[in-house]
């Protein structure tokens, strides 16, 4: 009973910020890629020395990062 509670209150409360914030926290994770490594797309931004001195912290979010910002977007992306 107490954790159905707490699971409701959960929903009603926080549930929402909690969803903004990862959000928000993934544009700028995708925002600093694309900062770092825009060479990749064709726009570069920082000196190549910077970006191989940030390299081993962004290589698990490569691959994942190409594909999202190389998708095609429609009005329903914009909406969610």
């Known amino acids: 009973m107490l954790k159905a509670t ?3 209150l959960y929903g009603m409360a926080i549930h929402d910020q909690a969803r903004t914030l990862a ?3 993934g ?5 600093f890629v694309l900062i770092s490594f825009g060479d990749l797309l064709g726009v570069p931004i920082l000196p190549p020395y910077y970006s191989l001195r940030l390299l081993p912290f962004i290589i698990p979010q490569i691959n994942n990062w190409r ?3 190389l998708r095609e977007r429609d009005l329903m992306d914009a909406i969610f």
Request: aromatic share 0%; charged share 50%.
């Open 67 to 69: 594909r999202r910002m």
């Open 6 to 8: 707490r699971e409701i």
């Open 27 to 31: 544009g700028l994770e995708h925002l």
């Open 23 to 25: 959000k928000q926290r």
